[in-house]
T-cell receptor, first 121, second 109 residues
Framework: QVQLVESGGGVVQPGRSLRLSCAAS????????MHWVRQAPGKGLEWVGV????????YYADSVKGRFTVSRDNSKNTVYLQMNSLRAEDTSVYYCARDWGNGASGAFDMWGQGILVTVSS | DIQMTQSPSTLSASVGDRVTITCRAS??????LAWHQQKPGKAPKLLMYRASTLESGVPSRFSGSGSGTEFTLTISSLQPEDFATYYC???????????FGGGTKVEIK
């Protein structure tokens, strides 16, 4: 079964860090780029960042650049989102999504179920 | 950044209606546009890519058109399972970032 499952969410204080994981199954993970997309409560979708299939390239939204890092472990079929210096406005459901290809396309053809991150004191 | 503007933000329609959603880009994105459907409490689902190519398994009542800066998503005969929020998404270039439209909520009239 082809699926993406996020984990690692929860409540975190402003200024602290959190790492999300997204475990992939049912497809050749190392062939696909992976994205993170977030959605604040009651709001629309916002792209966060992408990593190439082999980890050779990354891009980020301006709103998270310098604070968030996407990484992956192809031996574990897992992509990560390291979030540092968290702010209240980072409160969102975070989705991992599979790129159509190696990462270069920018189109997502499947999504995880999402995980909630709440930044609050 | 490339801004994506969807209209309307909310649409009330009945089962069997023909529905059209518009998405405008602040600059040309060729046909690098996707449409996603999201139901309450669920993850989005890809409907269309390259502006007019239907994702596998998506019913043929969905169609897309457009290029450059103006795009449309049409549902030819609205079904009960189609009541959801629809987002356009441009993927023209990572140098300008990937961006979504604000969404169009299709409600039951």
């Amino acid at each position: 079964q082809v699926q993406l499952v996020e984990s690692g969410g929860g409540v975190v204080q402003p200024g602290r860090s959190l790492r999300l994981s997204c475990a992939a199954s049912g497809f050749t993970f190392s062939s696909y780029g992976m994205h993170w997309v977030r959605q604040a409560p009651g709001k629309g979708l916002e792209w966060v960042g992408v990593i190439w299939h082999d980890g050779s390239n990354e891009y980020y939204a301006d709103s998270v650049k310098g604070r968030f890092t996407v990484s992956r472990d192809n031996s574990k079929n897992t992509v990560y989102l390291q979030m540092n210096s968290l702010r209240a406005e980072d409160t969102s459901v975070y989705y991992c999504a599979r790129d159509w290809g190696n990462g270069a396309s920018g189109a997502f053809d499947m999504w995880g179920q999402g995980i909630l991150v709440t930044v609050s004191s | 950044d490339i801004q994506m503007t969807q209209s309307p933000s909310t649409l009330s329609a009945s089962v069997g209606d023909r529905v059209t959603i518009t998405c405008r880009a602040s600059q040309s994105i060729n046909t690098w546009l996707a449409w996603h459907q999201q139901k309450p409490g669920k993850a989005p689902k890809l409907l269309m890519y390259r502006a007019s190519t239907l994702e596998s398994g998506v019913p043929s009542r969905f169609s897309g058109s457009g290029s450059g800066t103006e795009f449309t998503l049409t549902i030819s005969s609205l079904q009960p399972e189609d009541f959801a929020t629809y987002y356009c998404q441009q993927y023209n270039s990572y140098s300008t970032g990937l961006t979504f439209g604000g969404g169009t909520k299709v409600e039951i009239k």
